[in-house]
């Protein structure tokens, strides 16, 4: 079996590790040590498309594979691992919306997301429900023409920093089945941050 990578994944490659090189190795201890959120950093990670990798291309992505997006993400990630980390999270939360929201929300956040001008975090986590996802308690019940949401959600990357949230929610019954993804703008009424986690 041949492992070597093709031309156009090399060249992924490369632009990763100079960019990792240029603009993330140098800064890396300092952002850890300082707790700093590197936001303009992110915003030129958008520029060379590394914010919405495998977002469809109906939304404004690259359609790359997962594959191929890994191999970005390895070199990032030699640059600045944390800053990598949450990269992936945003890459996460925005080919969610690109691949499953209607076309007016796609139409809403897409363009910004996949180019770091806006930021998504990815919130499933919850203190009583880490590994064991599908008992996660914080729901999201209708009401009218809204819905009312209460819970909340602990190790949320990004979270007070990022623009919108894909929130994992229970509308159902106990189970991976009683769980929906929310999208919510992150300066929505009613939620708050708490402390921010050591590095
Ligand atoms: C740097 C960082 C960033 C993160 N960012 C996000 C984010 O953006 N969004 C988000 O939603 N979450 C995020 N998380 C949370 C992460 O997904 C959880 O930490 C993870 O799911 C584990 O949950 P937990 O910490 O509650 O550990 P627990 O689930 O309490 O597990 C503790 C230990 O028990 C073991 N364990 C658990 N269940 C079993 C079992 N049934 N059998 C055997 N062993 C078991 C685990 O392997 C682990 O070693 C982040 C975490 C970190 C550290």
Not at 46 to 71: I, K, V
Not at 111 to 133: I, N, R
Not at 134 to 162: C, E, M, P, Q, W
């Amino acid at each position: 079996m041949d492992f070597s990578l093709s031309d156009e994944q090399q060249a992924y490659v490369d632009s990763a590790r100079a960019f990792a090189q240029a603009e993330m190795a140098p800064h890396a201890a300092r952002w850890d040590a300082e707790s700093i959120f590197p936001v303009d950093v992110l915003r030129l990670a958008g520029e060379m498309g590394f914010m919405g990798m495998y977002t469809p291309e109906s939304a404004g992505g690259l359609g790359m594979s997962r594959l191929d997006a890994s191999l970005i993400v390895e070199e990032l990630a030699r640059g600045c691992t944390t800053t990598a980390a949450f990269l992936t999270i945003h890459n996460m939360a925005t080919s969610m919306i690109g691949k499953y929201a209607n076309p007016e929300i796609i139409e809403q956040w897409c363009p910004e997301l996949v180019m770091g001008a806006k930021l998504a975090s990815y919130c499933l986590t919850e203190p009583s429900a880490g590994s064991d996802a599908a008992s996660l308690r914080s729901s999201a019940v209708r009401d009218g023409d809204h819905y009312v949401v209460n819970g909340a959600k602990v190790f949320i990357s990004g979270a007070g920093s990022t623009d919108v949230l894909v929130a994992m929610l229970r509308t159902g019954d106990a189970g991976a089945k009683g769980v929906s993804a929310f999208l919510i703008p992150a300066d929505a009424e009613g939620i708050s941050y708490g402390k921010k986690e050591e590095k």
